[in-house]
């Protein structure tokens, strides 16, 4: 999996009153004020690809029909996603030796080294740990910190294991 950033990252954070509803839901007797962080108006682009055919198959015909096994959420259930198909695209390997802009969001396990990544004037780069697998529990199992330019501009980097797709984007899989 890929992630490319279509909208800029912007957060909006505001107090949430958790309420207690053990007791009776009418009459509130505890409540928790929680800073919460959200993004808005996020849009991504997904690239996504397995060995499994079967798999593979099975999930365009079901992005083609606008079908999921979950509901689409971003992190918590009150947070649904809408999801497009935009269709399949041939990738290509790319050499692992020089620079290479990069459109995708950047693991930085796939980093060559400490100075792979070229901090350009006006580029607002982050990094972020994030959980990218877990079981079906909900269990993290592994965690990554992730390299992102704010307003989704590309990166130039060194990288491990950089592909191309048809249409010119460079992008680096989880």
């Not at 107090?15 to 993004?39: M, Y």
């Not at 606008?66 to 809408?82: I, N, P, Q, R």
Request: net charge neutral.
């Amino acid at each position: 999996m890929a992630i490319c950033l279509i909208n800029p990252v912007n957060k909006v954070r505001w107090t949430q009153n958790l309420i207690d509803t053990k007791r009776h839901f009418w009459k509130i007797h505890n409540r928790t004020q929680i800073r919460t962080e959200f993004l808005k108006n996020p849009r991504f682009k997904i690239y996504f690809s397995h060995n499994d055919q079967e798999i593979h198959d099975r999930l365009r015909e079901n992005l083609a029909a606008h079908k999921s096994y979950y509901t689409v959420s971003l992190g918590l259930s009150e947070l649904l996603a809408d999801f497009e198909y935009c269709g399949e695209h041939t990738i290509s390997s790319l050499s692992d030796q020089k620079q290479q802009i990069v459109n995708s969001v950047i693991p930085c396990s796939a980093l060559q080294d400490d100075t792979s990544v070229e901090f350009e004037n006006g580029k607002e780069i982050f990094k972020i740990n994030y959980p990218v697998e877990m079981t079906p529990e909900r269990v993290v199992t592994r965690r990554e910190d992730v390299l992102f330019e704010r307003r989704g501009l590309p990166i130039t980097c060194s990288v491990k294991g950089l592909y191309q797709t048809e249409n010119g984007e460079n992008v680096v899989f989880f």
